[in-house]
RNA sequence: UGGGUCGUCGCCAAGCGGUAAGGCACGGGGUUUUGAUCUCCGCAUACCAAGGUUCGAAUCCUUGCGACCCAGCCA
């Protein structure tokens, strides 16, 4: 991460941040966290919020911290965590240090005993539902539970025995005092510690009480000296009590919370809850399905890291819920993709084309740049020879209007070789096409002909010469722009978000393709091996993206 | 008359009282041995609406309208 060449977009916490740099707020100190709960694997919404914290932290020279909010054990697993310490990493980002909630167990619970020393926190009795009855309503306000007024010293006794595990779970909840007539829902006594007798990933079974997220977040957030604490809008309401609960304590500091609002992608979904039910009804082949909206899947797709950050970039930074359009995504893969991938040949459904006047047995190993724009990334050979392979689509008997690859009596140019035209077509009993012949220029290679103009250029491989291969093709999961907004989201599911190609044929040159290299299929799209079932075995890429295509079809 | 937040081009988004940046998408021209890339041009008399303040308003005020979030012992 060093781009600091183009001026980068105002945005408010942009802002923010510089105006409190200016007056010298936090003595010159930008200190972030990245805050995941492990409870699932990081989305691209997540990507926003990771280049917006360690980005702030490295254009001021600040911090940023990965913190894991693992305060709810029942959720959380050592897997999630593993797998967001690997995505932030790849994303590019290194954190100042690696934080969990549950290192301030201890300090949370002291600082717990101190409200209710203090009055301020009480334990209540009452059961959720109960609970729940008395919080009142959006517009009424709450009830007074009955031990509201549980004196300090039955509080404090309470609190502690809960600790010890004298309890069972729900039996009691120690709640803030605030305010039940708030009209701040989350100000009605909200509760700040439950008993959940539950294994902790990271604790064991060190503690049966668990705190809640507004009680820990603050406290943790203020322990680390963030000065800048970024969340999304759902939490704005939640602001009071974050600031309500600093107030009372006497911390170390007193971190501004700021909101912006999430990413919201269409033809997607970024709901953990929405994306394990497709991991676990097998929707999707796993986390890491290219399909996926995880960094996980987006990697195994080949999207490069740098596309990632240059789309939470180009995103904008807001407060506006606001839906971004699949083409800005795409444009920031391909821009990436363009500019690096290697350019190769590969035809996804062969068509058997016979050259009848190249000499029988003749190969002749072309070289071919890897890439039209920059000669520095180097040539490579193909072999040409008398049979080669095309895709079906790049024929027709039928073209339509300003078709521009090949037809019958026609030329068309093959890519890095010769001018070819058509003589005849050969088909099957059903009437399909099975093979073409075609004569050849010989005086085409890496000239024009003189006289006339060829039309279109396709790509080819050398039958006796290319490489099996499969190919997955992956489309858009969903067949709707807000699937949340289906009264069921997996109805919205595209049936053919994936389409394996299994008769592919690519140029000998990727026998050594390897996991890391990105590859252009010439006029197809960009592609990459995949991690999991292209490496062992045969060769099988992914689709990353389709190449832009500006063919309008009438 | 519950609270909070937000309304600028199809989608994002600058703008912070001095007369509507930019990107994506889209349309058109040029280059091209990828219908790619690159490149040039076009694309809001207009800022949710209506009033008001002002020499001057997307920016300030008032009143409406619309959208989103909140009633977990989730985060």
């Not at 709810?72 to 290194?94: A, H």
């Not at 959940?196 to 977040?217: E, F, K, L, N, S």
């Not at 971190?255 to 009804?281: C, D, G, H, M, W």
């Not at 109805?491 to 590859?519: G, I, M």
Request: contains cysteine; negative net charge; hydrophobic residues 35%.
């Amino acid at each position: 991460m060093s781009t600091n060449d183009t001026p980068l977009p105002a945005n408010f916490i942009r802002q923010i941040i510089a105006n409190d740099l200016n007056t010298n707020k936090h003595n010159g100190r930008v200190a972030t966290r990245f805050p995941p709960e492990p409870n699932g694997y990081l989305h691209i919404g997540h990507a926003k919020s990771i280049c917006l914290n360690f980005g702030m932290a490295l254009e001021n020279n600040g911090t940023c911290n990965l913190r894991f909010d693992d305060t709810n054990p029942e959720k959380e697993s050592d897997e999630y965590v593993q797998s967001i310490m690997r995505d932030v990493q790849w994303l590019g980002f290194s954190w100042s240090e690696l934080r969990h909630a549950s290192d301030y167990f201890e300090q949370l619970y002291d600082y717990a005993i101190q409200l209710v020393e203090r009055g301020l926190a009480y334990v209540d009795s009452l059961s959720a539902e109960e609970i729940r009855a008395y919080r009142g309503t959006l517009t009424e306000a709450g009830k007074e539970s009955p031990d509201r007024n549980r004196p300090i010293a039955e509080n404090l006794n309470l609190f502690r025995r809960m600790r010890a595990g004298e309890f069972d779970e729900g039996q009691y909840v120690l709640r803030a005092k605030i305010d039940m007539a708030s009209p701040n829902i989350n100000m009605r006594d909200p509760a700040i510690y439950r008993i959940r007798r539950v294994h902790h990933q990271r604790t064991g079974d060190a503690w049966c009480i668990y705190p809640m997220y507004d009680y820990t977040h603050c406290i943790s957030d203020a322990l680390e000296n963030i000065t800048h604490s970024l969340c999304t809008l759902e939490f704005e309401d939640h602001r009071p009590l974050y600031d309500w609960v600093l107030d009372q304590l006497q911390t170390p500091s007193h971190p501004q919370q700021i909101e912006f609002a999430r990413l919201q992608l269409e033809y997607t979904i970024v709901s953990k809850r929405k994306l394990n039910l497709l991991v676990t009804e097998k929707h999707v082949n796993g986390w890491d399905d290219p399909r996926m909206p995880t960094l996980a899947g987006l990697r195994r797709a080949g999207v490069t890291p740098k596309a990632i950050r240059d789309f939470c970039e180009r995103i904008g930074l807001t407060k506006q819920n606001s839906w971004i359009e699949m083409g800005v995504l795409e444009y920031c893969i391909r821009e990436d993709l363009n500019e690096n991938a290697l350019r190769v040949m590969a035809v996804l459904e062969p068509l058997r084309v016979v050259i009848t006047n190249y000499p029988d047995g003749q190969v002749e190993n072309l070289e071919v740049s890897n890439h039209p724009q920059r000669p520095e990334l180097g040539k490579r050979t193909v072999p040409f020879s008398k049979v080669i392979l095309i895709e079906q689509d790049d024929f027709s008997e039928n073209p339509p209007p300003k078709y521009k690859r090949l037809v019958v009596s026609e030329e068309v140019r093959l890519r890095g070789s010769y001018v070819i035209r058509c003589d005849s077509v050969i088909k099957n009993e059903a009437g399909e096409v099975i093979e073409i012949h075609c004569s050849y220029d010989p005086g085409t290679l890496g000239k024009n002909p003189e006289g006339r103009k060829v039309k279109g250029v396709i790509h080819w491989v050398s039958e006796a010469h290319a490489l099996p291969a499969e190919v997955r093709l992956y489309n858009r999961l969903f067949t709707v722009p807000q699937p949340d907004n289906e009264a069921n989201f997996l109805d919205a599911l595209n049936p053919h978000s994936l389409e394996t190609l299994t008769a592919c044929r690519v140029e000998a040159s990727l026998a050594q393709a390897t996991t890391v290299q990105r590859y252009q299929f010439e006029r197809t799209g960009y592609f990459c091996l995949d991690a999991v079932d292209g490496i062992n075995g045969g060769l099988v890429f992914n689709r990353t993206v389709t190449l832009r295509d500006g063919w309008v079809k009438d």
